[in-house]
């Protein structure tokens, strides 16, 4: 299995509170990947980086910031969150260009807004 | 990226051929084929892609028909732990790698 672990893997938090999402890798791979898995919708992508401090939004970005100072780590925050942002966050990886596009997914973080 | 079609629902007898269709008629030359699929609560599992060749690994293959529009992922011996909900995505192989996941087909292996 691809080197890809999310912190933390549940969270709870209230209304209005940050919370940032955590995703490590450890294959050094280019593209780093965040959705979420919502009942009825599937998976959305939220933001994608391409390199270090290389992002770019996704389909559903709004009320989501990233960032990634390191190859290996990608931040998802939660300036402040609400109740509709309760959900399974899943951070996925993929060489790129220099691959064939597969990408690789991490456990996933059940994320309740309360 | 094209969009596909798939069954909502498939079931299967544990130890017998899981054969998932996928229509893609509005696929591209230069896109392939991915095909993931997701255990429950888990997260996506990467099964097999290809381009226009029929492809074989060590959990699926992959048949395109000539013309490209369709497929079919073939689980030759289903088993229980197989049952999960199998996503067809078309797509180019280069660039961003951003997947748009539609609603699958959730593959039901019964004993």
């Known amino acids: 299995d691809a080197g890809i672990t999310q912190s933390p893997r549940h969270k709870v938090t209230e209304t209005g509170t940050p919370v940032t999402l955590r995703c490590h890798q450890t294959?050094?791979?280019?593209?780093m990947y965040w959705y979420r898995q919502d009942p009825g919708h599937g998976l959305r992508l939220i933001h994608y980086?391409?390199?270090?401090?290389?992002?770019d939004k996704g389909e559903v970005s709004d009320g989501y910031s990233v960032s990634r100072s390191k190859t290996e780590d990608f931040l998802l925050t939660l300036e402040s969150a609400t109740s509709s942002q309760t959900s399974v966050y899943f951070c996925?990886?993929?060489?790129?260009?220099?691959?064939?596009?597969?990408?690789?997914f991490g456990p996933g973080t059940r994320l309740t807004v309360t | 990226d094209a969009k596909t079609t798939q069954p909502t629902s498939m079931d299967c007898a544990e130890g017998r051929a899981a054969n998932l269709p996928c229509n893609h008629s509005?696929?591209?030359?230069?896109?392939?084929v991915y095909w993931y699929r997701q255990i429950h609560s888990q997260g996506p599992q990467y099964i097999i892609h290809?381009?226009?060749n029929n492809e074989t690994n060590e959990m699926a293959s992959l048949i395109i028909t000539e013309d490209r529009k369709s497929s079919t992922l073939i689980l030759p011996h289903a088993t229980l732990r197989d049952t999960a909900v199998y996503y067809c995505?078309?797509?180019?192989?280069?660039?961003?790698?951003?997947?748009?996941f539609g609603q699958g087909t959730t593959l039901q292996v019964k004993p």
């Open positions: 996925a990886i993929s060489e790129g260009t220099s691959g064939t596009g597969e990408q690789y």
């Open positions: 290809g381009l226009k």
């Open positions: 980086s391409y390199g270090v401090k290389d992002t």
């Open positions: 294959e050094n791979h280019r593209y």
């Open positions: 995505i078309v797509r180019v192989a280069r660039g961003t790698g951003k997947l748009i």
């Open positions: 509005t696929i591209s030359g230069n896109e392939y």
